[in-house]
């Protein structure tokens, strides 16, 4: 099955400063990379996705790029903000019926 | 609208006791999938149905189980239960089959003893 990898486990910016997460996936067949955000006590939230057809998307502050070749997809945070700590978690699906989650990485904005 | 919605959303059970939870998917939504997240990892997943039909099973003993209603609603029966299957269990709805992102519910917090 897949296995997917996501790096670092935590990481803490100063506000308005770029935050970055990289995942990487074992299955080539993989297609859809979605991006979810979790506040402590509460659901993930779907925050951005990309499709294997496309290499970058953005959504103002947040953007996804995918490099099918290395396998491996990343999240970029720019202007960071004290809301915008949360863990987050990236997932990768070849068939829509089965997600594979990483393992969370745990964002600190220090105001 | 409502969102996805489970119950309970705190339960505490003995060892080797059985527990059922439930889920309502987004109105409209044909596909219900339960994951399991234990503290500080992401989720696993468990279970899909779409349209009352199993989908597909994740590496989870027999001693999990599912069935999804006529209205799309589900439930997700633990039986025999462990100390580790304390946990957070998800439920997550989708529109149809295929890829689409989930949407997932609040969880409900499984604390076995």
């Known amino acids: 099955g897949e296995n997917v990898e996501q790096h670092p486990s935590t990481l803490s910016v100063q506000e308005g400063d770029s935050a970055v997460i990289k995942c990487t996936y074992s299955?080539?067949?993989?297609?859809?990379f979605p991006w979810y955000k979790q506040e402590l006590g509460k659901r993930p939230q779907l925050i951005i996705d990309i499709r294997s057809n496309v290499g970058e998307k953005k959504d103002q502050r947040i953007a996804v790029t995918l490099n099918k070749t290395a396998k491996h997809f990343s999240l970029h945070i720019t202007e960071t903000q004290p809301e915008d700590s949360a863990v987050y978690f990236c997932a990768a699906t070849r068939t829509g019926n089965q997600f594979y989650f990483g393992t969370g990485t745990s964002l600190t904005v220090i105001p | 609208d409502a969102g996805v919605t489970q119950s309970p959303t705190h339960l505490i059970k003995t060892r080797g006791q059985q527990v059922t939870l439930r889920c309502s998917p987004i109105?409209?939504?044909?596909?219900v999938s339960w994951y399991q997240q234990v503290l500080g990892q992401g989720p696993q997943f468990i279970f899909q149905y779409y349209e009352k039909e199993e989908r597909g099973r994740g590496n989870f003993p027999d001693r999990f189980s599912a069935r999804q209603f006529p209205n799309y609603s589900s439930e997700l029966n633990v039986n025999a239960l462990l100390l580790g299957d304390s946990a957070l269990y998800l439920c997550a709805s989708s529109p149809s089959w295929g890829i689409y992102g989930y949407t997932f519910g609040s969880g409900t917090r499984l604390t076995v003893v």
């Open positions: 109105s409209g939504h044909k596909s």
């Open positions: 299955d080539s067949a993989s297609n859809y």
